[in-house]
């Protein structure tokens, strides 16, 4: 079952920051923090993970603090495209097989 | 590049009709593979997953059953579809040694 809580909206204005925050505070040390957007009637993207470093990629920036129990998924200019269902999920890393649990994420509503 | 595909794109059955919905993965070869469903409003639910030909795991007991007979073919069936099986069924796969899971569009079924 899902293992993170997540506001249920959020709204940012065009152009401006949007973070989107996650609590995991059972968060084990072999497990790993995604994030995955869902845009509507599409299926889930995969954005960004990482395990104990603040990680960025051209989409956003994950930052995950010291004692791993919450992270921010910061979105640095975020346009009316971005407006979805942001869904963070801590995953254990098993070889050969993984399982993830989605939960309810959090609807970002982007604003002109 | 890998790409997924589903098929139909939309679906409208009648209860007790059966159903078969089907997956395709190009560009990559032995992926996990996996089906979700989404009720209206609701987070995702892991359905079935696979790490191999002919090789499948349920995560819930219920109406649907799922086979995979070719590496790259992911099947969800059902022999008399219930109304709550009314849902959006997603496939997706992922490499066995990598973490993200890569979704496909999904098929959005009605079952009236």
């Known amino acids: 079952d899902a293992k993170t809580t997540q506001p249920p909206s959020m709204d940012c204005a065009e152009g401006r920051a949007a973070n989107l925050p996650c609590n995991h505070s059972?968060?084990?040390?072999?497990?790993?923090v995604y994030w995955y957007r869902q845009i509507h009637s599409q299926g889930p993207q995969y954005i960004i993970h990482?395990?104990?470093n603040n990680e960025t990629n051209e989409m956003a920036s994950l930052i995950i603090t010291e004692d791993r129990k919450s992270s921010t998924l910061i979105l640095p200019h975020a346009t009316l495209r971005d407006t979805a269902v942001y869904y963070c999920?801590?995953?254990?890393?098993?070889?050969?097989?993984?399982?993830?649990?989605f939960g309810s994420g959090t609807k970002l509503n982007v604003k002109p | 590049s890998q790409t997924i595909h589903q098929w139909p794109a939309t679906l409208v059955q009648p209860v007790g009709s059966p159903l078969s919905l089907e997956c395709t993965v190009e560009?990559?070869?032995?992926?996990?593979l996996y089906w979700y469903r989404q009720a209206a409003g609701r987070g995702l639910q892991l359905l079935f997953y696979?790490?191999?030909?002919?090789?499948i795991s349920s995560e819930v007991p219920q109406n649907l059953s799922a086979s995979r007979p070719q590496d790259r073919q992911f099947i969800l069936s059902s022999k008399k579809l219930l109304l709550s099986d009314s849902g959006f069924y997603l496939c997706?796969?992922?490499?066995?040694?990598?973490?993200?899971?890569?979704f496909g569009p999904g098929t959005r079924l009605t079952v009236l």
């Open positions: 997706a796969w992922s490499q066995r040694e990598e973490g993200e899971q890569f």
């Open positions: 059972t968060i084990s040390g072999n497990e790993y």
């Open positions: 990482g395990l104990k």
């Open positions: 999920i801590v995953r254990p890393f098993h070889q050969g097989f993984n399982k993830f649990y």
């Open positions: 560009g990559t070869s032995n992926p996990n």
């Open positions: 696979s790490v191999g030909i002919g090789q």
